[in-house]
C-alpha cells in the first residue's frame, strides 16, 4: 500500500511539472503548437515559407520567382525599381545613377538621342558603380597574416570533413568593384552555366557569343589535359562589349538600339561576383558536398543566407557588411496616407532574420498563417470565402473574421497572363483558312472565363482582351478596350457573346453542331495538359463542359510536364493553356510571344502556339525599338486588332494577386517587378507574440473526455476479468 | 552459421543485379535522358545546346549500354548503365537530377524517418500485444466479439482518413500540436505526437487481429490445456506460456520490417511536413528526379533482402530445429 | 439503336463474371468445395455482407455496359456532347448526371455554398449565395418550405422502401416454401424465428434495409442533391455511385489479371522443384525486393508516355481513363502477385508428395495432366482466399495511389480522388466535408463488408482456424 502511494505521487509530480512547462510557454507567448523554438517568439524574425527547393542560388542561372524570393535579397543588381512608385521606375542599386544609352553609328560617330533607330550600330552605356559596398562574411574572401587566401587550396581530408559551409571557421570580406560586374557577365556567357539569358545577351552585347565560344574552347582545351581539378580563370579573358574604366566604372556596348536592355540591368544577373567564389568552390570535392554557388551565394545585399538546408528550412540573415540604404523619402500618391513614409529616411533592413520554412502545401500554410505563425500570406481559392468578402457594390473587403484578427489586404493585378493557345501549325484548329479562324473565335466566345475567374481563382483575375495586363504601356482600358469579336459593348462594359453567336461561327467553320459538315462525324479536338493533380479533376471537367456548349467533343491528354513541353516543342499539341510571367514592364515582353520568328516549333523560341503573320511580326519589328508615345499605342493597337481577329490564343485571363499580412507585418505594398522588398519590411514582434498567444488556447477538454471514455470502458472488462478469474481459479 | 549467413548474402547479389537491371531498363526507357534536362532546365528559354550540356555535366551524354567511342574495356565502363546503375552496388548514387548529393540527403533525412517509424512500431507493438492479450483473455465472451468488430470496422477506414482527421481535429480545432514541419533535437517532440498517435491507431485494427489470430492459436495448443489443468490461473497460462511462445512469431515478424523503417512513411511524412524518407520519395516521384528514385528503389530493395536475412538468422537462433538449408 | 462499347475493363469483368458463375458450377458438384461454401451461407455475418456486396456489385456491373446513346442530329441541349459514351447506369439515373449546378453546395442545400456575384434585374449585381439551379428548385421559398418537404419526401421514399421489401419478401418466402414443401404460414415462421438453414431472416432484413435506404435516397435525390455538390456542382452522391465500379474493378481485377501467371509460376515451382523453382523463385524474390510504390509510378508515367504517343488509339475519355485503370490494375498486380504464387509453391510442394499424385507419376502420367488434374483443384480454394482477401486492402490502396497521382485517371470517378480532393475543402472555412464523408461512407461500407464477408470465407475454408474458434 505504501510503495503504491509513492509511485502515484510520483506520476502527479511528473504530470504536475509537464503541465507547468506548458503554461510557462504559453505565458511566454506561444501556444502548444507553435511550430518554432519558444526562444524566438520576440525575435525580430520574419517567418516565410519555401514549397520547393530552389535549384540555383546563382544568378546567372536563377531564373524563377522561387529563387529570386531569396537571391535578391543577397545579390544586389545595378539597378532596382523603386518600391513605391508608380508607374515602375528604375532606380540605381549597385549602379550610382541609372544609365542613360549614347548610340553610335558603324563608323563609331557619336548620333543624337532622338536619331531614327535604323542608323544606329551600337548603343553603349556607362555605368558608375557604387564605392564602398563590401561583400558578405565568407570563407572563400578569408585570408590569412600574409594576404594570402586560406581557403583556395584545400587539402582533401579537410574536404571530407566538410558538410556545410559553416564549417568554415574562418570569413573574409572585400570591397565591391567594377572587375566583379565584369567578371559576372563573363560568366553569363559561359556554356557551362547555362545562363538562361546568354542567348538574348549574344544577340546584344558585342562580342558576348565569340567569348563564349573561346572561353569554351580554352575549358575543353582545360578538360583534354585530363587535370580535372583546375578551373577556368575568367579573368583574362575580355568581352569586346564590356570595359572596365576604373576600380568605380564599367562600360557596356551593345548590337543597334535596345531599350529593354536597363530593365535586364535591374535583374540579379547584372549583380557582383568576386572571382574568388569561382576559385573557391571549383576546388575538388565541394561540389560533391552541395557546397557550391547554387547553395550558399556570395553577395553584398542586405541579407545573406545563413542557413541553407533544402531539406527543413532555409534562413537570411540581416549581413553585417551591408553598405547600408535609407528608406525612401518619397512614394506615389496616397503613400503618406497609407502610413508607407513613416520610415522614411531609416537604414536598411529592418529586420534581422528571415526564416523559410519548408511547407510543400498550401492547407498548413494557411492554417499556420491564421494562428500567427506565418506572417503573411496568399489567398489559395478554397480559403477564399473565408478571407474576402464582397460588397454589395461589388467592392473587395476582408470578412469580419479576418479585420478582428487585425489582418490586412493588398491587391494587385499582376503583369502576367494566363491563356489558351491554339496551335496555329495544327490543320484542324490551326493555319490561316477562314474556317480554322471561325473555328478559334467560337472556341474564344465559348471558354467562359469570366465563369472561370469565378469558380477557380473566386474572381481574382480580369479576362483579357488582348495580350498585354493592365499597367503595361500598350494595354487600354475602357470600351476602347474591349475585344469586340468575343465581346459586345454594353454599357461600355465588355459582355460575352451568346453562345449562339459561337454556334453560328462553328457553321460557318463547317462544324454544324459540332459535327463534320462533310463527314459527319463528330469534330473533336484535343486539349493538352500537365494537370493530374486533385484539383484539376474539377477544372478540366470545367473546360469539357466548355466545349460541350459548341457540341464539340474535347478530349484531355493529361501528360507530365516533360512530355507536355516536348509536344510544345515539336508543335504537336493542339489546345493548350499557358502563361507568362513579364520579366520587365514593356508591352515588347508580351507581344514577342506571337512573333513568327519565335515560333516554338520552328525556332524554339517563345511563341508556343507558332503563331506567325507577316504584318504582325512587321509591326511587331517596328514596335519594339520605339520610345513609348502614342505612335507606340497606334502600333500597339494595330497589333492587337491583328491578333483579335486570328485568334491565336483565347485570351485567357490577367491574375490578380491578392496577399494577407498581419497586423504585425508592416510597410507593405506591392510591386511586381521588384524582388528586393525584404528589406523595408518591418515587425512588431511584441504584438505578434501577444497575438499568438490569444489565438492558439490549447483546448484540452477532449484529452480529459477521451481518457474518461477510456476509464469507463474498463470498468466492465475489469469486473468480468474478476468473474473468470475466480471461475478459472476455481 | 557464419557459412550460413555468407550463402544467404551471396544469394542476394543476383537479386539486386536484378532489381538494378530492371529499374535500369524501366528508368531509361520510359524517359530519355533528353527529357530530363529539359525538365530540370526550367520552363523558360531552354536552348537545345542547354540541354546537351545539362545531359554532358550528369553523365547522361554516354550511350545507354556499348560506348562505341572509347577503345577497350572503356566500352563497358562509359556507358549510364555502368554509371548510373551499376554504382549502386558501392552506395555511391551519384548526384539528383537538381544537383545534391543524394548520399548526403539520404543520411540527414533518414533520422526523422526513424523518429516516427521507431516509435510507431514501439508503441504499436505493445498498444497491439495488450489488446491481443486482454481480447485473448476475453475470447468467447461479448467483449471477443466486439472487440473483433471494432477491429475490423478500424481496419475498414482508410489510412488516409485517419490522417485528414487527425491533423484537422488536433492541429487545427484544438491547437494542441504544430500543423505541420519539423524541427531539430528534443523540439522535433511536439511535431511527432501527432503523426505516431496516428499511426499507432492506424495500425491498431490489423495489427490486433493478427495477434490475436497468433495468441488463440497458441491457446488452442496441449501444453497450454496442461497448464490450465494444472490449476495456473489464467493470467499466469497467458503471460507465462501464451505470450512467451507467441513472441517468436511477433518478433521475426518484426524483424522482417525493421531495415524498412529508415524508408518511412510516404503518406504520413508528407502529409505532416516531415523531412524523411518517405517525402523525399514523394517529391522525387513529383519532379521527377529519376536519379532519386532509382537510389531509393535500390536502397529499398537492399534493406528488403536485409530484412529477409534479419528474419532467417533470427528465426534459427530463437528456434534451433529450423533447418539451416 | 445504342451502339454498344466494351472497354478493357468490361470484357474483363464479363470474364469474371464467367469465371465466377462457371466455378459455382463446378464447386457444386464436389463436396469438398461445396462443403465450405455452405458454411459460408448458413453464416449470419457472410449472408448480411453478401447481400450488401450485392447491391454494389450491381451498381457495378450496370455501370459496366457502356454504349454510345442513340445521337439525335441536332441536339445540343449543352447537356451530353455527341459520341460520348454512356454506361447503362448513367442512363438510369440520368437526373442524377446531368443536374449541374456551378460549384459547392451542401448536402440537400437550396442554395449555393459559397458567393457568387449574383446579377440583379436592374443591371448592378450583388455578392451572396445563389439558389441552386436543380437542388430544390420546385420550392418557392426554401427556408419556410425545406423542412416539411424534405420530412415527406422522407416518408413517401420509406414508405415506397417498405412497401416494396415487403413485395420482396413475401415473393422470397413464397419461393422458399414451395422448394421445402411448407405452408407459407410455416415457412414464415420459421424465416421469422431464426430456425433456417440459411439465415433467411438476416438475409431478408438486410434486404428490406438496403431496400428502404435505396428508395428513400432515390426519392431525396431526385429533388436535392442528396450528398451535396463538388466544386464544379456535379452530384456528389452520382460521383460516389460511379466511384463503386472503379473500386470494383481495382478490388477483383488486380488479382484475376495476374492470377493465371501466379497460379502457372507457383504450382510449376512447387511441382517441378530444381532449377525451375529456383528461377521463379528468383523472379518473384526480386520483384517483390522492388518498393511496390515506385514500381507502381515508374509503370504509371510509363503508360502516360505511351498515350501521348499514341493518342489516335482513343477516341474517348473514358476509354483513355480505362486503360489507365486496366494498366493501375496489372501494376498492382504484378506487384501482389508473388504472395499467392509463394502460398501456392508451398501447397504444389505438399501435393506432389501425395500419394495419389505420386502413384500417377509412377503411371506415367503427363505433367501437364497431373497439375490440371490433380494439383489445381486441390489449391483452388487459396486462390479464392486470396482473392477475397485482397480485394479490401486493394480498394484501400487505390486511395493512397490517388494521393500520390499515380492512381486511377484524374478523370476518373475514384473514392481515391473524391478524399484526394477533399483535403483541399477541409483546410476551407466553413469547412466542405461531404465529398470526405460521402467517399469514406461508400468506401468504408464496402471494404467492411468485404472483410467481414472474407473473415467468414476464410474461416469456412481454413479448418485450422475454424477449430480455434
Known sequence: MRSRHKAGSGTLRWMLLWVGACLLAACRGSGWNNPYPVSESLADTLYSSFSERPKHLDP??????????????????????????????????????????????????????????EQIAFSEYEIPIRPGMRYQPHPALAKDDTGAYLYHHLDPAFVDEINTLADFSETGTREVTADDFAYQIKRLAAPWLHSPIAGVMGEYILGFTDFGKQIAAQNQALQMEGDRVSYLDLRPFQIDGVEVIDRYRLRIRLHGKYPQFVYWLAMPFFSPMPWEADAFYSQPGLEKRNISLNWYPLGSGPFML??????????????????????????????????????????LPFIRKAAYSLEKESIPYWNKFLQGYYDTSGISSDSFDQAIQISGQGELGLTDAMVEKGIQLQTAVNSSIFYMG???????????????????????????????????????GVAAQGPIPPGIFGSRSGPDGINTVVYDVQNGRPRRKDISVARELMRKAGYPSGRDQE?????????????????????????????????????????????????????????????????????????????????????????????????????????????????????????VEILRHDAPWAWGFFPKSFALYHAWYMNVKPNLMANNTLKYKRLDPVLRSRLRARWNPPVIWPLGVVGVILVISIVPAVLLYRRRERSAAR | ??????????????????????????????????????????????????VESWKQERGYDQPLLFNTSVPGFAKLTHTIFFQKSLKLFQFEFGSSDSGRDIGYDISQRMWPSLAIAVPVLLVGLLVNI??????????????????VVLCVVMMSISGLFYIIGGQYLVSKLLHLVPISGYDTGLNAAKFLVLPVIIGVIGGIGAGTRWYRTLFLEEINKDYVRTARAKGLSERVVLFRHVLKNALIPILTGVVVVLPLLFMGSLITESFFGIPGLGSYTIDAINSQDFAIVRAMVFLGSVLYILGLLLTDISYTMVDPRVRLS | MPQFVVLWTDALILLLVVLALGFARYAAGRPHLRGPWRRVVRSRVGMGTLVVLGFYLVVGLLDSVHFYPPASDDDISGQSAPGEVMSLFDSLVPELRMRRETTYSAPLATHLYAKETIELGDGTATRGFARLKFGGAHLTDPAVEKTGDLIRLSLSGLLKGV????????????????????????????????????????????????????????????????????????????????????????????????????????????????????????????????????????????????????????????????????FLCIILGITSWTGLCRLL?????????????????????????????????????????????????????????????????????????????????MAREPVVWWSLAAAMLFMFTLVLCANLFSDVVRDAFDPRLRDSR
Open chain 1, 306 to 347: 545563413e542557413e541553407n538546408n533544402p531539406n527543413l528550412r532555409m534562413v537570411l540573415a540581416a549581413n553585417p557588411n551591408f553598405h547600408g540604404e535609407a528608406y525612401p523619402h518619397e512614394g506615389a500618391a496616397g503613400d503618406r496616407e497609407a502610413g508607407l513614409l513613416e520610415d522614411a529616411g531609416k537604414p
Open chain 3, 163 to 326: 412497401a416494396f421489401s415487403l413485395v420482396v419478401g413475401n415473393l422470397i418466402l413464397m419461393f422458399l416454401a414451395v422448394r421445402a414443401g411448407n405452408s407459407f404460414g410455416t415457412q414464415a415462421k420459421h424465416v421469422l424465428s431464426g430456425r433456417t438453414e440459411v439465415p433467411w431472416r438476416v438475409v431478408l432484413s438486410t434486404l428490406g434495409l438496403m431496400f428502404v435506404l435505396i428508395f428513400w435516397s432515390a426519392e431525396l435525390a431526385s429533388k436535392y442533391h442528396l450528398l451535396g455538390t463538388d466544386k464544379v456542382g456535379e452530384d456528389v452522391f452520382y460521383q460516389s455511385l460511379k466511384s463503386i465500379r472503379t473500386g470494383l474493378v481495382i478490388g477483383t481485377l488486380t488479382t484475376l489479371v495476374m492470377l493465371p501467371v501466379a497460379v502457372l509460376l507457383g504450382i510449376m515451382a512447387g511441382y517441378f522443384r530444381g532449377w525451375v523453382d529456383d528461377v521463379i523463385q528468383y523472379v518473384y524474390t526480386t520483384l517483390n525486393s522492388i518498393p511496390g510504390v515506385l514500381l507502381i509510378a515508374a509503370a504509371i508515367l510509363m503508360l502516360q508516355i505511351y498515350m501521348s504517343n499514341h493518342e489516335n488509339e482513343f477516341n474517348s475519355l473514358v476509354e483513355r481513363a480505362d486503360l489507365r485503370l486496366l
Open chain 1, 422 to 460: 491554339f496551335n496555329m501549325s495544327d490543320p484542324v484548329i490551326g493555319g490561316d483558312s477562314d474556317s480554322a479562324r471561325y473555328l478559334r473565335q467560337a472556341v474564344s466566345i465559348a471558354m467562359d472565363f469570366e465563369e472561370y475567374i469565378s469558380i477557380f481563382a473566386n474572381g481574382r
Open chain 1, 519 to 639: 463527314t459527319g462525324k463528330p469534330l473533336i479536338l484535343y486539349y493538352d495538359t500537365t494537370a493530374s493533380g486533385p484539383d484539376d479533376k474539377a477544372r478540366l471537367n470545367w473546360m469539357l463542359k466548355q466545349f460541350e456548349k459548341l457540341g464539340v467533343q474535347l478530349v484531355i491528354r493529361a501528360s507530365d510536364y516533360n512530355r507536355f513541353q516536348d509536344k510544345m516543342r515539336n508543335g504537336t499539341g493542339q489546345i493548350f493553356m499557358w502563361g507568362w510571367n513579364a520579366d520587365y514592364p514593356d508591352p515588347e515582353n508580351f507581344f514577342f510571344l506571337l512573333y513568327g520568328p519565335n515560333g516554338k516549333a520552328r525556332f524554339g523560341g517563345e511563341n508556343a502556339s507558332n503563331y506567325s503573320n507577316p504584318e504582325f511580326d512587321r509591326l511587331f519589328e517596328r514596335m519594339k525599338n520605339m520610345e513609348n508615345g502614342p505612335d507606340r499605342q497606334l502600333i500597339i493597337d494595330q497589333m
Open chain 2, 130 to 147: 495488450s489488446f491481443a492479450l486482454l481480447i485473448a483473455f476475453f475470447r468467447a465472451t461479448y467483449i471477443d466479439f466486439w472487440s
Open chain 2, 1 to 50: 552459421m557464419t557459412a550460413y549467413i555468407i550463402r544467404r548474402v551471396l544469394y542476394s547479389i543476383p537479386i539486386l543485379l536484378g532489381v538494378n537491371i530492371l529499374t535500369f531498363v524501366l528508368f531509361f526507357v520510359v524517359n530519355s535522358p533528353d527529357d530530363m534536362a529539359r525538365m530540370h532546365l526550367g520552363m523558360k528559354r531552354v536552348t537545345p545546346q542547354a
Open chain 1, 60 to 117: 546567372v542561372r536563377s531564373y524563377s520567382e522561387n529563387e529570386y524570393a531569396f537571391i535578391a535579397q543577397i545579390y544586389e543588381p545595378l539597378l532596382q525599381y523603386h518600391f513605391l512608385k508608380r508607374p515602375y521606375e528604375l532606380v540605381p542599386l549597385a549602379a550610382d545613377r541609372v544609365p542613360t544609352a549614347e548610340y553610335y553609328d558603324a563608323q563609331g560617330n557619336r548620333l543624337p538621342v532622338d536619331v531614327d533607330s
Open chain 3, 345 to 425: 509453391r508451398g501447397e504444389a510442394l505438399k501435393l506432389r508428395e501425395m500419394e495419389y499424385v505420386q502413384a500417377a507419376t509412377a503411371f506415367g502420367v503427363g505433367h501437364l495432366r497431373i497439375i490440371v488434374r490433380h494439383i489445381l483443384p486441390n489449391v483452388l480454394h487459396i486462390v479464392l482466399i486470396a482473392v477475397v482477401l485482397d480485394f479490401s486492402g486493394l480498394v484501400l490502396a487505390e486511395a493512397v495511389l490517388s494521393y500520390v497521382n499515380i492512381g486511377v485517371d484524374p478523370t476518373m470517378d475514384s473514392w481515391g480522388n473524391m478524399i484526394n480532393s477533399a483535403r483541399l475543402e
